[in-house]
C-alpha cells in the first residue's frame, strides 16, 4: 500500500490497558496532533514492522558472510550419506512417473 492509499479500515482489535496506559496513549497523540486511535495503529504498525523485519532477515557477522561466500564459490563435495540421498531421491521421482 503507497501513501496515498488508504486501506479500508473494516478490523477491529480489542485491548484491555490500564487507565495510566490509556491517558499516556491519549497525551501522546495529543502532542503528536492525532487522534488516540490513529497515533495507537500507527505506532503499533511501524513496532510491528520491525518486529517482523528483525526476524526474516538474516543477519551474518563479516566472518560470518565472508564464510558462507566461500563455500557457495567453492562447495565441498558431497559426502556418501549426500550422494546416497540424491540416488533415493531420483529413484523416488523415477517411481511416481
Given at each position: 500500500?503507497?501513501?496515498?492509499?488508504?486501506?479500508?479500515?473494516?478490523?477491529?482489535?480489542?485491548?484491555?490497558?490500564?487507565?495510566?496506559?490509556?491517558?499516556?496513549?491519549?497525551?501522546?497523540?495529543?502532542?503528536?496532533?492525532?487522534?488516540?486511535?490513529?497515533?495507537?495503529?500507527?505506532?503499533?504498525?511501524?513496532?510491528?514492522?520491525?518486529?517482523?523485519?528483525?526476524?526474516?532477515?538474516?543477519?551474518?557477522?563479516?566472518?560470518?558472510?565472508?564464510?558462507?561466500?566461500?563455500?557457495?564459490?567453492?562447495?565441498?563435495?558431497?559426502?556418501?550419506?549426500?550422494?546416497?540421498?540424491?540416488k533415493r531421491y531420483?529413484?523416488?521421482?523415477?517411481?511416481?512417473?
Amino acid at each position: 500500500m503507497s501513501a496515498g492509499t488508504a486501506a479500508r479500515k473494516d478490523t477491529r482489535l480489542d485491548l484491555r490497558l490500564s487507565h495510566d496506559e490509556k491517558r499516556l496513549l491519549e497525551e501522546a497523540a495529543a502532542f503528536a496532533g492525532t487522534t488516540t486511535s490513529a497515533f495507537v495503529v500507527q505506532t503499533v504498525t511501524e513496532r510491528a514492522r520491525e518486529v517482523v523485519q528483525r526476524h526474516r532477515a538474516l543477519e551474518l557477522s563479516t566472518a560470518e558472510s565472508h564464510a558462507f561466500v566461500e563455500r557457495l564459490l567453492a562447495p565441498e563435495e558431497p559426502n556418501e550419506a549426500l550422494r546416497n540421498a540424491v540416488k533415493r531421491y531420483g529413484a523416488r521421482l523415477d517411481t511416481s512417473r
